[in-house]
């Protein structure tokens, strides 16, 4: 049983089954620079209303009140601020724009999306729940915690300041392109195939 995050092989009782953990490995369609010119943060879910609460849909819509924040995905279009569906090969575009990417999910593995995000430099500011606790050090290369209040004050704190707003995303990137690189991601798949072969 191969696992996409250690998170996610301590929750799941693989019963006898021999596990291994190969985490994501992302090689990004396109690589604009992170600008951060606009002054609002990018949120990036699919079915965010349909989805509810494990996604984050109450905290998006708690936070969209009091910050300028967009949504793409899927049928985002039907909450506040959303924007549509992006398609991939826009969606580095506009992610490199914003000024951080907030992600509000209270359960996933670890999206996606996210790590494109840090891919790019721009910085995130999130739950400190699942594996996003290991990838995230508050205040050097992002911001997470659990309380709702904190994670607006950081994400106040890099609408006022771009200084700030480059120098957690340039350290998220760095991270980012050592531990989710999909050189790394093949050579685990191959170590997992010769493990299960020989």
Request: glycine share 10%; with cysteine.
């Amino acid at each position: 049983l191969v696992h996409v995050t250690p998170f996610n092989a301590l929750m799941w009782n693989p019963g006898r089954c021999p596990v291994r953990v190969v985490e994501h490995g992302v090689k990004l369609l396109a690589e604009p620079r992170w600008r951060g010119e606009l002054a609002s943060g990018l949120v990036v879910v699919n079915h965010l209303a349909r989805r509810g609460r494990r996604l984050g849909a109450d905290l998006y819509l708690q936070m969209q009140q009091r910050l300028p924040l967009s949504l793409v995905g899927m049928d985002s279009e039907s909450l506040p601020g959303g924007c549509g569906e992006i398609g991939q090969l826009q969606l580095p575009e506009r992610m490199a724009a914003h000024r951080f990417f907030f992600h509000p999910v209270r359960y996933t593995s670890l999206g996606l999306a996210l790590i494109e995000a840090m891919l790019l430099g721009l910085p995130v500011v999130g739950l400190a729940t699942t594996e996003l606790a290991t990838v995230i050090r508050s205040g050097e290369n992002g911001f997470i915690d659990t309380r709702p209040e904190r994670l607006a004050e950081a994400m106040s704190a890099l609408l006022a300041d771009p200084g700030l707003a480059a120098q957690w995303g340039g350290a998220g990137q760095a991270l980012a392109r050592e531990r989710f690189a999909i050189e790394r991601f093949v050579a685990d798949w191959m170590a997992v195939f010769r493990e299960a072969t020989t």
